[in-house]
């Protein structure tokens, strides 16, 4: 049963995402007036790439709660005045469009990041295996609810309305965490487990370049969110090209989130891990990788609005469902050090430059058919889900390895099979 913290936990994640979700329909909306989405998602690799170094600098410095209160009001005060802003129409200005779209992204990239960072603090690794999963669960149901809200509630309110769930939901989730850390205090990790060096970019692409299997899933996971702003960025020009009205784009999107949600819930609770089980991680990623690639092919075939909205949905079904909980496996297998030095480089360049590169191929391409296009890009996402499974398959070679009994020991020393071969 859970105690608790683990209750406190749930209803923490579970206000963060509310938070997010509430904002992300609004975010969309807006984008979508928006002729280039390619200088926004550079604009926003360029804040994430200040913001993630400057986060770990923060977190290193103050206490866990200081580090909660101080991020999560600082994004209240921004909403308060985003809030005033929207309410006295400056919502067509294209700098308020623009400046919105990033800031959601880094709002996202942070809450979400205290929230992860706190509770690697406060549970060890057994009680992380057995709760972690929940906890991602409980956030999930927090996305659901606010989409359905935002949904039913929006096109009557307006926008403002949206930011002061945000709001709300924030405030709440201070007071969880708060009640949380005040129970449990600050619980530092093993005493075993040395420091790890984190928060380098630096760091991270040195590690990255001096390992073909980290280098292997830095490519898997840009092809991925390739392919996911592919979608993202045809949805938001098709639907420019209908020219709904914002409140309509609102619903739509929120909508969309409901399902998108409710779907990776379902996948979540045991659809993921009945295939990471049964099936193993290479199939699973292959599986992934095959349905992502059959979005492709149904869009060179009928390239209109609904199977882009259809499309946009199971892309971030499979991703958010199957794909990341997968790729977390594919990181088990590697060092300490590695995970860690590694995180800066994949949050960033990898996550963040795919939105890029994406961005600017979808507006060279934009005067092309989409059909050609999604034919065009068809063998490469075939050749990402295979990559999927020799991935999934090097994982599985390297735990094999690691679970290997320890060599003989002779003489005081160990023997090799090298040295064995040479003696």
Not at 195 to 216: E, F, H, T
Not at 233 to 252: D, F, G, I, S
Request: charged share 15%; aromatic share 12%.
């Amino acid at each position: 049963m859970p105690d608790a913290r683990i209750l406190l936990a749930w209803a923490w994640f579970f206000l963060v995402l509310f938070a997010y979700y509430a904002l992300k329909p609004l975010r969309d909306s807006l984008a979508t007036e928006t002729a280039s989405l390619a200088r926004l998602y550079l604009a926003v690799f360029a804040a994430t790439c200040v913001a993630l170094p400057l986060y770990w600098q923060i977190a290193a410095r103050v206490t866990r709660r200081q580090l909660v209160a101080g991020v999560y009001q600082f994004f209240v005060v921004c909403l308060l005045v985003l809030a005033w802003l929207l309410h006295r129409g400056y919502a067509d200005q294209a700098w308020l469009r623009n400046f919105f779209f990033v800031w959601v992204s880094v709002f996202n990239l942070y809450v979400v990041a205290v929230f992860w960072s706190v509770m690697a603090d406060l549970f060890a690794a057994d009680e992380g295996k057995r709760w972690f999963g929940s906890m991602a669960a409980a956030g999930t149901l927090g996305s659901i609810s606010a989409s359905a809200l935002a949904a039913a509630a929006a096109p009557r309110w307006g926008a403002p309305w949206l930011l002061a769930l945000a709001v709300a939901a924030l405030e709440a989730a201070v007071l969880a965490a708060d009640w949380l850390l005040r129970r449990e205090g600050r619980v530092a990790q093993a005493a075993s487990e040395p420091p790890v060096a984190s928060g380098s970019l630096r760091a991270g692409l040195l590690a990255v370049a001096r390992s073909r299997y980290l280098l292997l899933i830095c490519t898997f996971v840009a092809v991925g969110k390739f392919a996911a702003t592919f979608f993202y960025n045809n949805l938001q020009a098709a639907l420019r090209a209908e020219e709904l009205a914002r409140a309509e784009r609102l619903q739509l999107f929120s909508t969309m989130n409901l399902y998108a949600q409710s779907g990776t819930l379902l996948l979540q609770s045991a659809g993921a891990a009945l295939l990471l089980s049964w099936c193993g991680t290479a199939a699973t990623l292959a599986l992934a990788g095959g349905a992502i690639a059959a979005l492709f092919a149904w869009l060179a075939v009928d390239p209109s609005l609904w199977p882009l909205v259809a499309g946009q949905v199971v892309q971030q079904i499979v991703a958010y469902g199957l794909l990341v909980p997968a790729q977390q496996v594919l990181f088990t297998v590697a060092s300490r050090d590695e995970k860690y030095q590694s995180k800066a480089f994949v949050d960033t360049v990898v996550f963040r430059g795919s939105d890029v590169a994406a961005s600017q191929a979808c507006d060279a391409l934009l005067h092309l058919p989409l059909s050609r296009v999604a034919l065009a890009f068809l063998p490469l996402m075939a050749a990402w889900a295979a990559l999927g499974g020799l991935l999934g398959r090097e994982q599985q070679r390297r735990k094999e390895l690691a679970e290997l009994p320890p060599p003989p020991v002779a003489d005081g020393r160990s023997w090799t099979l090298a040295e064995e071969g040479g003696s």
